[in-house]
């Protein structure tokens, strides 16, 4: 009996080389999901990175890492193919030999870009970055499954030629194909009736980002990254999805715990009688928010106005009537009478500035503008 595949045309050798896509088995939210509920070990996915990168695909990006040193400004690609077009015996020294006598050949054109804010200095390149390096086969067909499932409004084709313009690299892949995917046709009518969100740089809608209950904070979520098989693209996923939102979420939880220790604190203070009158507002605050000025009457003068004292002299109109030159420091705020000619120490200003989040900037200008205006005197 004729079977049906028989009609079907095989390469040469009578077998595919390697599985054709739509014949490998696609991987399952499952699969995916079963390794994702324990957390991401840096160093085990670091050991996990160089196992899968094999013995001749590091001497092919040594090789690569060595002509980008000696050849800075001209783009990765172009050593690539022609790392690839030659056996491994002494690529190195026959690609370095092509460029310095026929360099134009092979190079046609493909020159590292200058960055544009620095025109003047002479361009320089960082050593070779790893978006540009041989990529594992593993990698690359991780890659490609995890874009497949992302954007499943576009051609698998697509996807492809995308990425071999990007030498399958996820992260430089994923803004053209984000733009590609809000311009096809397929993906409007795929939104329209399946009401589904378009697919999105957004970790909240990323189909390898599993958001668990947190045991410890049961209102928040916590962001778990489905394993793709590829150590090296969790690497990647990891970094680009998961560590901002935990970023993030650490942040908010230390701003909460402080905003709460500060209340403790202030009401513990009025329970045992212990705040103070700032002089200039009038408003009572903990021992922790006050300074003093360094005049012999010692005024008390709250963070709070320190801080808007600061921002009116770095923002406003009131450096001259705020800042004392001969000390560099802020003058005392009390409308006393005589006025008084103290100033608040530096460190009293650095530590109220710095209460806020971009204090240490305000911090910092403040000491600049004061010094470059000494130096113009002087
Ligand atoms: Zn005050
Ligand atoms: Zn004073």
Same mark, same amino acid.
Do not use: F, K, N, Y
């Given at each position: 009996m004729t079977s049906v595949f028989s009609s079907i045309v095989l390469p040469k050798g009578g077998r595919f080389l390697r599985k054709p896509d739509f014949l490998k088995p696609r991987p399952s939210d499952e699969s995916l999901s079963t390794e994702s509920k324990r957390p991401l070990d840096p160093d085990e996915l670091l050991n996990a990175v160089a196992e899968e990168e094999g013995a001749d695909l590091r001497d092919l990006n040594t090789a690569l890492g060595a002509l980008v040193d000696i050849f /800075?400004?001209?783009q990765p690609d172009v050593f690539r193919e022609? %790392? +690839?077009s030659l056996s491994d015996e002494s690529r190195l020294e026959v690609v370095t030999e092509h460029i310095l006598r026929n360099g134009a050949q092979y190079i046609q054109g493909r020159y590292r870009k200058k960055p544009k804010d620095d025109k003047d200095t002479p361009a320089r390149h960082d050593a070779l970055p790893k978006d540009e390096t041989f990529r594992s086969e593993k990698y690359k067909r991780a890659v490609k499954d995890t874009l497949y499932l992302e954007f499943k409004s576009l051609s698998h084709s697509s996807? !492809?030629? *995308?990425?071999a313009e990007h030498n399958y690299s996820y992260a430089l892949a994923h803004p053209? +194909?984000? &733009? %590609?995917a809000s311009k096809s046709w397929r993906a409007t009518i795929t939104t329209f009736f399946a009401r589904k969100r378009p697919a999105t740089s957004d970790p909240d809608s990323h189909p390898h980002v599993e958001w668990l209950p947190n045991t410890a904070e049961p209102l928040n979520l916590l962001p778990y990254l489905k394993r793709t098989g590829c150590s090296e693209l969790d690497q990647e996923l990891y970094r680009m999805y998961i560590a901002p939102v935990l970023a993030r979420q650490n942040q908010e939880r230390l701003d909460s715990d402080e905003a709460m220790a500060n209340e403790m604190n202030e009401a513990e203070a009025e329970e045992a009688d212990a705040l103070f009158d700032c002089e200039c507002c009038f408003t009572a605050y903990p021992f922790e928010q006050i300074s003093t000025c360094d005049? &012999?009457?010692g005024h008390f003068i709250c963070f709070r106005c320190i801080k808007h004292a600061a921002n009116e002299a770095l923002y406003g109109q009131g450096w001259a009537r705020n800042i004392d030159l001969t000390k560099?420091?802020? !003058?005392? %705020?009390? /409308?006393? *009478? /005589?006025?008084?000619?103290?100033?608040?120490? /530096?460190?009293l200003v650095r530590r109220a500035l710095c209460t806020e989040r971009d204090g240490a900037m305000n911090w910092q200008k403040l000491q600049e503008r004061a010094t470059s205006e000494i130096l113009i005197k002087i």
């Open positions: /800075p400004d001209v022609m %790392l +690839l996807i !492809r030629a *995308v990425l053209t +194909l984000q &733009h %590609l005049s &012999h009457a560099s420091s802020l !003058r005392c %705020l009390a /409308p006393s *009478v /005589p006025e008084c000619q103290g100033c608040i120490a /530096p460190e």
